[in-house]
């Protein structure tokens, strides 16, 4: 079971920390590239972002204060994902324009790096980074459920006919030779099984929850 953030976060703050930075990792490495991803970087680029961030969250989370009923950890990570995210993309126009200089990289800051990184977005910042965010939470509970061994693959592929490509139940049942009733109910076990992730990774991330797509 996965802890709740106030835990994970006590864990990844000591000295010896390897299992749980392991652990948040493993949680979280997807939704990074796929925000990423969704700001417009390449493979390569969105790999560079998630390193990046969890280097920076290593460096800085020792003396980051934890507030729940803020939802500072939810904007503190956001945050980081963002605007590495940005400088990333300034990287590569900066490389694609031959410059020298980027000025607004977090590392060319003067102030300390949890001040830069972790500074409070615009309101509309905000809400594009959390839109965002969300998104890549339920894209990588959509991944795991596809992943997941003890899924059936043929019943994915009728909850993915039915959820995901919006054909008919009727369709669905025909194609896949199941009566459309089996198909109801895979979709609504398979729908219960993805809010319970989406559920979690929302939890321990301390973002808000919205309802599943």
């Not at 969250?57 to 009923?69: A, V």
């Not at 590569?92 to 990184?117: K, Q, T």
Request: net charge positive.
């Amino acid at each position: 079971m996965i802890e709740t953030n106030e835990t994970l976060l006590d864990r990844v703050r000591k000295t010896d920390a390897h299992d749980a930075w392991q652990e948040f990792y493993k949680e979280y490495w997807s939704a990074i590239l796929r925000y990423s991803r969704k700001l417009g970087l390449n493979a390569t680029q969105a790999q560079d972002v998630l390193q990046e961030t969890m280097v920076a969250l290593m460096r800085t989370l020792p003396n980051f204060s934890y507030d729940r009923r803020k939802g500072r950890f939810r904007n503190f990570l956001l945050t980081i994902v963002h605007r590495q995210s940005l400088a990333a993309l300034r990287r590569a126009r900066r490389h694609s324009n031959h410059d020298s200089i980027d000025s607004h990289a977090p590392w060319a800051e003067s102030r300390p790096l949890a001040e830069v990184l972790s500074a409070p977005l615009s309101q509309t910042e905000q809400d594009e980074a959390e839109r965002r965010w969300h998104e890549s939470l339920v894209e990588d509970a959509l991944a795991r459920l596809r992943d997941d061994e003890a899924v059936d693959r043929r019943t994915y592929q009728i909850f993915r006919a039915y959820v995901i490509e919006n054909q008919s139940a009727r369709a669905v049942a025909a194609e896949f030779g199941v009566q459309e009733n089996t198909v109801y109910q895979i979709k609504n076990r398979l729908i219960r099984r993805l809010q319970g992730d989406i559920s979690r990774l929302m939890h321990n991330s301390g973002a808000p929850e919205r309802p599943c797509p």
